[in-house]
């Protein structure tokens, strides 16, 4: 499959929300200017309105979702060292917990966190109305299976020109782990080309040092001659142990996920269509920013489309993309109530319809496999109740 058919199906919550090309009456009136943090001011102040009832994204909420008991997810970096440390042990906590699936059916899955794995596998090829959900139900089994006490952090693109020096990759005690070690390699050709980074090698230092990946590959990205272990079965699912490689690199941040790219694609892209669309695809002139996002950390499996998500900070860049969509859909007070409703699948897949169901398998919250997407469009309704800062 090609690289930016597949990757289509990533992008968690926003996958969604693609679709209605209807003219926009607003777009006239859009500006370009406004810079990245007032576009997210301005999304949380006008959220706060919808909870407060003085502004409607048309969506029924219960009593329980309000202005004090609503969740804020942070930037990785805006966390402190404690609440780093707490989610750190998090992850490492769902890491070592058994899996849940049917013993023998997948031998690559060895934990609980390879349930997620397993399940993004699953979904790949079948692009819309799958995937929605799937960062969400992540940060619930952080916190239901392993007592968490956070919220999922994300990876706020435009923050780090310097991504490999970053709160999130510098190697230190509090960061999802370092760079891969420093190997020679060749870059790669991922529907553009794209040099080598400085890392390549195994993770080292940092939390997730000598972290074991055991499912895939299925699509790799890195260059052949670091012979990564092929899977012992064709479809990725055996065991095949190996370590966590990254080529953490400043290719994409320098480029095409600066604060001027992020609020210029929230605001020159008015229907729900154009944004997803310009979100996914690669144009000449520019990567797009949901594979950008990906490749910005590559490596094993981060570059593989169907195993990224074993690769641990898959989620803070799927909380991202989640907040970049959520952004886009509150930051212009008068199209709350549209942006909040729209729905049609991938622009290349078949539409689909407000009512699909969203199948998570076993890594589905309780009461939750099967969730009609209309009841996830807003990140304060259905069972959801939080926010971005
Ligand atoms: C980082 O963690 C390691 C291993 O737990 C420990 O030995 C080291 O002292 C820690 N470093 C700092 C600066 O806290
Ligand atoms: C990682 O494994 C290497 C051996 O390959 C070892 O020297 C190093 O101490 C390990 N690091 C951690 C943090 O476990
Ligand atoms: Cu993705």
């Avoid at 400085?198 to 993770?203: R, Y």
């Amino acid at each position: 499959m090609a690289w930016n058919a597949v990757f289509k199906i990533f992008v968690a919550s926003l996958c969604l929300f693609s679709g209605s090309s209807t003219a926009f009456p607003f777009s006239k009136r859009q500006t370009t200017s406004l810079d990245i943090d007032t576009i997210q001011k301005q999304a949380l102040a006008n959220a706060y309105k919808v909870l407060d009832g003085t502004l409607s994204d048309g969506m029924t909420r219960g009593a329980g979702c309000t202005k004090s008991t609503v969740a804020i997810r942070k930037e990785y970096g805006d966390l402190t060292k404690d609440e780093r440390t707490e989610y750190i042990r998090a992850v490492k906590c769902i890491l070592s917990k058994p899996s849940k699936l049917p013993a023998g059916k997948y031998p690559g899955a060895k934990s609980r966190y390879d349930d997620f794995v397993v399940v993004h596998m699953n979904m790949t090829p079948s692009v819309h109305g799958t995937v929605s959900n799937f960062h969400r139900a992540y940060e619930t089994a952080l916190k239901t299976e392993c007592d968490y006490k956070g919220y999922q952090p994300y990876w706020n693109w435009g923050k780090y020109a310097d991504l490999p020096a970053s709160p999130i990759f510098n190697g230190d005690n509090w960061s999802m782990g370092g760079n891969g070690e420093a190997v020679a390699h060749k870059g790669g050709n991922i529907g553009r080309a794209i040099p080598a980074g400085p890392g390549g090698g195994c993770v080292k230092t940092g939390p997730f040092a000598n972290t074991t990946i055991h499912l895939g590959p299925l699509s790799p990205t890195m260059d052949p001659a670091l012979k990564i272990k092929s899977n012992p079965q064709r479809d990725g699912y055996g065991d095949n142990p190996r370590c966590l490689r990254r080529d953490v690199n400043n290719y994409f941040t320098t480029q095409f996920l600066r604060p001027v790219d992020l609020a210029s694609h929230i605001t020159s892209n008015p229907t729900i269509g154009k944004f997803q669309d310009t979100l996914q695809n690669d144009t000449p002139q520019k990567a797009a920013i949901h594979g950008a996002g990906h490749f910005s950390i590559w490596g094993d499996p981060g570059g593989d489309v169907y195993v990224s998500p074993a690769e641990p900070v898959f989620w803070m860049h799927h909380g991202q993309l989640d907040r970049h969509w959520w952004m886009w859909a509150n930051y212009l007070e008068a199209e709350i109530k549209t942006r909040t409703s729209q729905y049609e699948g991938y622009p290349n897949s078949a539409k689909g319809k407000p009512t699909d169901p969203q199948w998570l398998d076993v890594t589905a919250p309780t009461g939750t496999n099967g969730l009609p997407s209309n009841k996830i469009f807003s990140t304060t309704s259905g069972p959801f109740c939080y926010l971005y800062q």
